[in-house]
């Protein structure tokens, strides 16, 4: 299965696991609130580590309990909430106490967003589109308009660039984008384990830029004059005359330059998230207790496993017509000349990745910034195909280059991201994201306009993308 068809298939399997998700986050009811029940506790509420679970559960009963508290500040002791006193003793067979946010009536997550320092969702499903624009390759002439000036009373040939690497001018292009993310177990040091898989690509930047002939050249021939356009390719060396180049490419009246490119990528991380400070039980004037979660800053850090994917494409196109005349002006013959210079270069890149996300929340709404960071071994190469026809000058040929190299490579991305929680298991998100590919084989980087042209394959090329990517976040 290639490149192209597998990414079709995972679209697809995500679109599909988002519509299942989608119809059963209509199951949940339209209150902002969660309910409190022992089935939601189960799910969803996790305040253990590796440590407290070792507790048998005999153990656990025998922890001493506490009356109410009269204060907020009491409840939000230690971080924890003590059951209370009820009895001198509690049998074997005895369901657990009840805890003081039950007899409170508060519930387990923030009564305003549904979230919270309780809040650890089973699955979290982002889909998103990504609107990007892609960077240009570096700089190199592809096309001059050739001429004649005179020197000290001798007509000298010059030629002055018209076109190159940089003409064609990416817009941006819309992509798909999702993660998946599953609670695994609590961790040491008071933080939670989750599982996460992150693709998002389908981004397709392609452009073409033409150059035509300016005017017409000429020169003599044993019966007559011939001529022909003024484009000319890095072939020509002007101190060597128009006639240095090869034959197709250069005296030429039209030059075309097309370049296309492509992105995928896949990682699977195991993100690693702190437990944040406890939620504040508040009272409010009309007697009744509310659990609200606090603000601040919180991070997560991860650690895992990227590829990334880089397919490109160019192709340079020269066409002409050589006309010759007899001695009369008559024009005795017409000759149609071309050239063509196709690349196509991809990058499989893999290697570890390492994330930290810092975000600063403040209920319903948290705003922040992701990083990672990729060092990578790209697996790339190239293959060129270099063509021309010119039967006045007797040129005709058909070359092919081919060429890999493993090299090494680093991936970075740097994303503003900005969250709204609509309810509890639904939240909108945006972002501008910035990525960098350093280390990559890019398609016109590989043209080689030289007589004995090298099929080693170019692996220096810098690309930059930026770009909006908006989303919607279901959570359970």
Known sequence: MGVKNASWFVGGLLSLVWMVSWVHAQQVGPERRWPVGTENESRRV?????????????????????????????????????????????GENDSPPLMEEDLLGVGPFCDLCGHGANFLPDWYIDQRVTVWHHSRPRRMRTSSLGGFTTVDGDQVFYTTGV?????????????????????????RENTDLFVEGVYFGFNTWRDSSDVYATQRLSTSTGTGTATFGNLFTPYTNDRQGMFSGIGGFDRADHHQLYYESRLHNVEVNLRIVPRGRPDRIVLLPNGH????????????????????????????????????????????????????YDVDTYNEMLGLQFG???????????????????????FAGQTSRIRASDPSTGTSFDVWLRD???????????????????????????????????????????LKFQPTPSNQVNTNGVVFYQGLSLGLIWMR
């Open 356 to 378: 930290l996300d810092v975000k600063y929340r403040q209920c319903t709404v948290e705003w922040g910034a992701e990083c990672k960071v990729a060092p990578c071994v790209n």
């Open 289 to 340: 207790w509310r659990r609200q979660c606090q603000p601040g800053i919180y991070g997560t850090y991860l650690v895992g496993i990227r590829y990334f994917s880089l397919q490109e494409q160019c192709n340079f196109l020269a066409e002409g017509e050589t006309v010759f005349y007899n001695q009369s002006g008559q024009i005795t013959d017409r000759v149609d000349t071309w050239g063509r």
């Open 163 to 187: 076109m190159g690497t940089r003409s064609p001018s990416f817009d941006i292009a819309a992509g798909y984008g999702a993660t998946v993310r599953h609670y695994l177990r609590p961790a």
């Open 46 to 90: 996790r305040r253990t580590s590796l440590e407290s679970e070792k507790t048998a559960s005999s153990d656990l009963q025998k922890i001493p309990t506490s009356d109410v508290p009269e204060s907020p500040l009491e409840v939000e002791k230690n971080g924890f909430h003590r059951p209370l006193d009820t009895s001198s003793g509690i």
């Open 404 to 446: 890999r190299e493993d090299d090494v490579a680093l991936l970075g991305e740097v994303s503003l991201v900005g969250y709204y929680h609509l309810r509890p298991n639904l939240s909108l998100r945006a972002s501008w994201d910035m990525m960098w590919a350093v280390g990559v084989a890019m398609a016109p980087e590989q």
